[in-house]
Each structure stands twice: as structure tokens, then as C-alpha cells.
């Protein structure tokens, strides 16, 4: 999500290098300033005309709280990270094995870790095309895409359709 690296630059969250200086630990504890907007976006649930318009807004507060708590440093080195996605070095952070982290994060998600990363790559690459206004091929490759045509599938299989008729849907929707 673009959302992410406009947060990170923010002088609060650009100290030490993008480093964690977090000990690797798989849970933490939720406080209510992180579960109200959950909750609020659950709510939208029940209002579907008002999703467009508060999901980004509640996405951002999210991601804002998340990176404040005691593993925002590892949150924030993770999403300063351009390599590649790989669950076995995400199982070695968080002390589990391959098929144990698979398992929890499809208990919590119901999507893979491999989905759900793809999913947010898909998602940061039609915000892009929406609010930067770049074309389909530049967002496939800024959110690590290396081929424009599996880029278009995968996009059209998530949205519905392909990325240009999606983004034009999208803007005459709001």
C-alpha cells in the first residue's frame, strides 16, 4: 500500500535505520487505540455506501497505530524492505515453523501469507494507479511485478477486471 511508506516518512518513524531493535516476538497486546478503528471498520459492514470512502481513512489510522506500538520498528523494517517475499524467513522472525505460521495466519486472515502479500501488493498498486495517477505498467513494477501481463491476471482475478477499465470504474464511482 502506498499508504505505508507515507506514514514511514514521518521523522517519528525514521530512527535507527530501519532496524528493529525489537527482540523477535510472535505476539504482542492490542490496546483499545488499535481496536477502535477495527471495530469501525467492521462496522462498515453494515453501512456498504460508506466503504469507498472510510476503509483508506481507517486503513491509515491502523497502520499509524500499528507502527507507534513496541514492534513498529520490526513493522517498519519490514516495510522498508525491497527483497523478496519469503515465509521461511518470516517463520525464522517469528520462532515458528513454516507450516505453523501458515496455519495461525490463515486462522487470523483465512488467506495464506503468499495471498495476503499479494493481495497487498495488488492493492498498492491500484492505489497508485488512482491517486498517483500512474498507468498500469509503472505501478505492476513498483510493487514488484516483473511482467505486466501476470500482473493484469492476477489484478483482474482480485478486482474483478482489468486495471484500467478498474481504475476508470473506480473514479467515476467516487
Known sequence: MAIVPKILEREEFNSRNGQSQVPASPIGQTRGDLLQPC????DLLDAPADIPFFTDLIHREIIYRLLRYPQGDRLRAIARSTKPFRL????????????TINHHFRAATSLSPLQYHKQLRLMGAREKMLVEDVDATRAAFDVGYESTSQFTRVYKRLFGQPPIRDVKAQRLAS
Open 39 to 42: 471495530i469501525r471498520l467492521l
Open 88 to 99: 521461511e524467513e518470516l517463520a525464522a522472525v517469528a520462532r515458528m515453523g513454516v507450516s
